[in-house]
């Protein structure tokens, strides 16, 4: 199985701040990776698809960076309702795997 | 709209059966893979089991294999989930998602919760 490990764990911001989140896969998936934004009591929501496309709707503010196996979620200068758990995901092999999530917690 | 209308969950005792069900509207339904993500209490997100849009092609995790079935029925533009042998560990918020390895997880459904306990 591909395993995407993301970094760090927790992520302690101010808004306004810049976000960098990390995701590594165990091998390559080329660009086959996106990343979903999850608020508390709710549904994930796409955000970057394709290693490096947002999603319909998706503020500029965010973008994705990378291939192969390292990966970069970048959040420009955080808005109050960033303050959420990110997650990674690839398609390349089944099973497909999420990493473990990073939360983005203000400071 | 596209719109993704999980149900089914509940509170059942280990070994039990459940079956949920996805009711998809807002996007022509027989085009696109579906799969079932599953979220334990306060845990991350875990995939739990995709099909093709023709039903001819079926993937599950292994935590779940031998015990779930994945189906769906175009006519009626519904995604299902049989759960038998259902374990404490099963516990989870069960999301319907629209898409597999072809495309994204573009859009998800609210979740039902699943509660297996004793």
């Known amino acids: 199985d591909i395993v995407l490990t993301q970094s760090p764990a927790t992520l302690s911001l101010s808004p306004g701040e810049r976000a960098t989140l990390s995701c590594r896969a165990s091998?390559?998936?080329?660009?086959?990776l996106a990343w979903y934004q999850q608020k508390p009591g709710q549904a994930p929501r796409l955000l970057i698809y394709?290693?490096?496309n947002r999603a319909t709707g998706i503020p500029a503010r965010f973008s994705g960076s990378g291939s192969a196996t390292d990966f970069t979620l970048t959040i420009s200068s955080l808005e109050p309702e960033d303050f959420a758990v990110y997650y990674c995901?690839?398609?390349?092999?089944?099973?497909?795997?999420f990493g473990g999530g990073t939360k983005v917690e203000i400071k | 709209e596209v719109q993704l209308l999980e149900s089914g969950g509940g509170l059942l005792q280990p070994g039990g059966s459940l079956r949920l069900s996805c009711a998809a509207s807002g996007f022509t339904f027989s085009t696109y893979a579906m799969t079932w993500v599953r979220q334990a209490p306060g845990k991350g997100l875990e995939w739990v089991s995709s099909i093709s849009a023709d039903t001819h092609t079926i993937f599950y995790a292994d935590s779940v294999k031998g015990r779930f079935t994945i189906s769906r029925d175009n006519s009626k533009n519904m995604l299902y989930l049989q759960m038998n042998s259902l374990r404490v560990e099963d516990t989870a918020v069960f999301y319907c998602?629209?898409?597999?390895?072809?495309?994204?997880?573009?859009?998800w459904g609210q979740g039902t919760l699943v509660t297996v306990s004793s």
């Open positions: 998602s629209r898409g597999a390895s072809s495309t994204w997880f573009d859009y």
């Open positions: 995901q690839q398609r390349t092999k089944w099973p497909l795997t």
């Open positions: 091998q390559t998936v080329s660009s086959n």
């Open positions: 394709d290693a490096s």
